[in-house]
Nanobody, 128 residues
Framework: QVQLAESGGGLVQPGDSLRLSCAQS????????????VGWFRQAAGKEREAVSC????????YYADSVKGRFTIARDNAKNMIYLDMSGLKSDDTAVYYC?????????????????WGQGTQVTVSS
């Protein structure tokens, strides 16, 4: 069982930047997040969960939803066992609960069904 914990959400104004973090609360059998494909997803009130970004295990290749390309960046910090989502140029449409998800796979996916482990989410609200 991989337990994930998101942090960094909050209330920001349009155009602001924010960094979300995804931490692994317990390392089991030595498998840190480096060994998992990780994705970020979000769910706005009254809407379905949608993909934001994902990053492959090991090689760090990353992928983004069209709605966030050029504004969001996903990154690994293996030394800290963290996954980050750097968000800039935030818009009101980015308001949602953001979730990180992990799967013991080599290649990440922008499909939520591909992930076995999920965090509890962190709220991001973009409002003036």
């Amino acid at each position: 069982q991989v337990q994930l914990a998101e942090s960094g959400g909050g209330l920001v104004q349009p155009g602001d930047s924010l960094r979300l973090s995804c931490a692994q609360s317990e390392v089991i059998a030595g498998f840190t997040l480096e060994y998992y494909a990780v994705g970020w997803f979000r769910q706005a009130a009254g809407k379905e969960r949608e993909a934001v970004s994902c990053i492959n295990r090991m090689n760090g290749d990353s992928y983004y939803a069209d709605s966030v390309k050029g504004r969001f960046t996903i990154a690994r910090d293996n030394a800290k066992n963290m996954i980050y989502l750097d968000m800039s140029g935030l818009k009101s449409d980015d308001t949602a609960v953001y979730y990180c998800a992990a799967d013991f796979s080599r290649v990440c996916s922008l499909e939520s069904d591909a992930y076995e482990y999920w965090g509890q989410g962190t709220q991001v609200t973009v409002s003036s």
